[in-house]
């Protein structure tokens, strides 16, 4: 078992920037892929960003591109969520996701632990 805790969520100003951490906690000796996906009212959750176990590979959700990057540092076990330029419609919970693979799962079916979420808010 893997237990996640997001961190680092808040209300910021749009345009502004915030970053999420995840840290992870149990068998973290197991090389993870790890995600971040998102979930606003009344909305299915989306996926947002993934990285590979050695970070060499990584994946965005076209919405986010540029706008955000994913890193990880494994001596820690925890993961970020750099967010800049952010808009309204960013504005949800997001979640901290790990899977057992070497491939950077994009679905949200494709993980197998998941964190409580930490909300983001952002004003216009």
């Known amino acids: 078992q893997v237990q996640l805790v997001e961190s680092g969520g808040g209300l910021v100003q749009a345009g502004g920037s915030l970053r999420l951490s995840c840290a992870a906690s149990g068998r973290t000796k197991s090389r993870y892929a790890m995600g971040w996906f998102r979930q606003a009212p009344g909305k299915e959750r989306e996926f947002v960003a993934a990285?590979?176990?050695?970070?060499?590979?990584?994946a965005f959700a076209d919405s986010v591109k540029g706008r955000f990057t994913i890193s990880r540092d494994n001596a820690k076990n925890t993961v970020y969520l750099q967010m800049n330029s952010l808009k309204p419609e960013d504005t949800a919970v997001y979640y901290c996701?790990?899977?057992?693979?070497?491939?950077?799962?994009?679905?949200?079916?494709?993980?197998?632990?998941w964190g409580q979420g930490t909300q983001v808010t952002v004003s216009s």
């Open positions: 996701a790990a899977r057992t693979t070497t491939f950077v799962p994009v679905t949200r079916d494709d993980y197998d632990y």
């Open positions: 990285i590979s176990w050695s970070g060499g590979s990584t």
